[in-house]
């Protein structure tokens, strides 16, 4: 599929000239939902070609700034490549690391997110407690996925909430985007303390 709406395609240029992955709509619909502010500091786990990431990064022109990790070398030097120009900037970080292997000050993150990252999306859900000391107060914590069956919507967002919620979280909201091809849903998490 091609275009804004979703999937892997390419636009524009002729044959033979080299051609951007076109931005799936649930990139877009995530960086909405988590509403991105000029000064926030994000981290985003699994960060894939760094779609997503450079979409954030769009949005840090107040001193934010984002931390992106992917525990693949191919990953990881895709998203740089993808962001040089926020890598630059300073607004970007772009981490060949692993969740499991990441160290952070607490208090270093306002936003932490993630999109159909195994662990925080299908469970076990114990790393996701892992962040919890990086979170601001305030902070928050985004699972982004998009279940291949959209009859089981809320069966989905019911397991990882309740994973989640035994991680150490309170679950403050549940959305789902109307996302081409099929819906994008969203967990929405605070530490328990703060909920």
Partial sequence: ????????????????????????ERHRWAVETMDVRPDDRVLEIGCGHGVAAGLVAERLTGGGRITALDRSA????????RNRPHLAAGRA???????ADAVFPEGSFDKVFAAH??????????????????????GALYLFGQPLDTRQLQDVAHTIA???????????????????????LCVVAVPAAAG
Wanted: glycine share 16%.
């Fill in 162 to 184: 309740s994973g989640v919620e035994q991680s150490g979280f309170t679950v403050r909201a549940v959305e789902v985007g109307q996302t081409a091809p099929r819906p994008t």
């Fill in 117 to 138: 990252v195994g662990t925080l999306w299908l469970g076990p859900y114990a790393e996701a407690g892992m962040v919890l000391p990086w979170l601001a107060p305030g």
């Fill in 93 to 99: 970080d772009i981490r060949e690391l692993s969740l």
């Fill in 74 to 81: 191919k990953m990881a030097e895709a998203a740089r490549a």
């Fill in 1 to 24: 599929m091609s275009g804004s709406t979703g999937g892997s395609g390419t636009r524009g240029g002729p044959a033979g000239r080299s051609a951007r992955p076109a931005v799936a």
